[in-house]
T-cell receptor
Framework: DVKVTQSSRYLVKRTGEKVFLECVQDMDHENMFWYRQDPGLGLRLIYFSYDVKMKEKGDIPEGYSVSREKKERFSLILESASTNQTSMYLC????????????FGPGTRLTVL | SQQGEEDPQALSIQEGENATMNCSYKTSINNLQWYRQNSGRGLVHLILIRSNEREKHSGRLRVTLDTSKKSSSLLITASRAADTASYFCATVKNAGGTSYGKLTFGQGTILTVHP
């Protein structure tokens, strides 16, 4: 079974803090994605990576950066957390061949106070 | 704006009934996928239908795709209380080999199945 894990289920941070969200997948997938999910707005793509050290902006990259130093790990970084970044963050991965279905982690609910 | 838009936003039915959810999208697609999300959890892939397919089945799930109308429907037959969840459609744009499988999600349909 594909497994995508995220470092925390719940996280509480203060405004201005630097926040790291970690995602690890065990299926040797090339593609990895970070989304945020907000009520009434659905899932929106923040960043994605199609290879180690490669990244591309999604629909809402402002205020975020990412790092992919190893194939299995994709990190989302909030350089200076703000209250409007309070949200559910979901990581996903997919392979380059076949159906391109995405496999999701359980999510991290981040609250910025 | 979101590529996929689901309808209805919320659906409440009794166990044993069928549930139908619809999704509309705007641009040309490579494939359309349906996902389920239990409350506060990650998404689980249910089924994928390619743009050259019209209907697909998986267990109690039936998905149809009408590319001329840019719409899809998900039918869950003989629903169970355990089917209670949010259901999302997501599209992969037809962008040749450079899309990397990026998904664009709709806002979802909340399905409640009463025992």
């Amino acid at each position: 079974d594909v497994k995508v894990t995220q470092s925390s289920r719940y996280l509480v941070k203060r405004t201005g803090e630097k926040v790291f969200l970690e995602c690890v997948q065990d299926m040797d997938h090339e593609n990895m994605f970070w989304y945020r999910q907000d009520p009434g707005l659905g899932l929106r793509l923040i960043y994605f990576s199609y290879d180690v050290k490669m990244k591309e902006k999604g629909d809402i990259p402002e205020g975020y950066s990412v790092s992919r130093e190893k194939k299995e790990r994709f990190s989302l970084i909030l350089e200076s957390a703000s209250t409007n970044q309070t949200s559910m963050y979901l990581c996903a991965s997919s392979g380059t061949s076949g159906l391109r279905e995405q496999f999701f982690g359980p999510g991290t609910r981040l609250t910025v106070l | 704006s979101q590529q996929g838009e689901e309808d209805p936003q919320a659906l409440s039915i009794q166990e044993g009934e069928n549930a139908t959810m619809n999704c509309s999208y705007k641009t040309s697609i490579n494939n359309l996928q349906w996902y389920r999300q239990n409350s506060g959890r990650g998404l689980v892939h249910l089924i994928l239908i390619r743009s050259n397919e019209r209907e697909k089945h998986s267990g109690r799930l039936r998905v149809t795709l009408d590319t001329s109308k840019k719409s899809s429907s998900l039918l869950i037959t003989a629903s169970r209380a355990a089917d209670t969840a949010s259901y999302f459609c997501a599209t992969v744009k037809n962008a040749g080999g450079t899309s990397y499988g990026k998904l664009t999600f709709g806002q979802g349909t909340i399905l409640t199945v009463h025992p």
